[in-house]
């Protein structure tokens, strides 16, 4: 089993910047090692889940949804077992609670996940 925390989400004004974190532990993760790639998907009230961005296990290679383009970026330190969300110039449609998620594949499809985490809000206003 893995477990996913994330933390960071809270309440900002349109153009600031948060980074959310994600930590991940559990038997498959201490124990085993295995090279799970990261992914982040959001999901705002009324919405479906959207894409955000994944990282390949070894961070070399990194994607991101098209709404967030050049303002998000995904890191992750493998010795801390922890993925990264530095998001800037946020916009009030980017009010979503954001989920990270481990999957053995690199993939945009939430589908493709095994494990999730509870989620964090994050607010923009105008």
């Known amino acids: 089993q893995v477990q996913l925390v994330e933390s960071g989400g809270g309440l900002v004004q349109a153009g600031d910047s948060l980074r959310l974190s994600c930590a991940a532990s559990?038997?498959?993760?201490?124990?085993?090692?295995?090279?799970?790639?990261m992914g982040w998907f959001r999901q705002a009230p009324g919405k479906e889940r959207e894409f955000v961005s994944r990282?390949?296990?070894?961070?070399?290679?990194?994607d991101y949804g098209d709404s967030v383009k050049g303002r998000f970026t995904i890191s992750r330190d493998n010795t801390k077992n922890t993925v990264y969300l530095q998001m800037n110039s946020l916009k009030p449609e980017d009010t979503a609670v954001y989920y990270c998620?481990?999957?053995?594949?690199?993939?945009?499809?939430?589908?493709?996940?095994?494990?999730w985490g509870q989620g964090t809000q994050v607010t923009v206003s105008s």
């Open positions: 998620a481990a999957s053995l594949k690199y993939s945009s499809l939430g589908a493709s996940y095994n494990y």
């Open positions: 990282i390949l296990w070894g961070g070399g290679v990194t």
């Open positions: 559990g038997h498959t993760f201490s124990t085993y090692k295995v090279n799970y790639n």
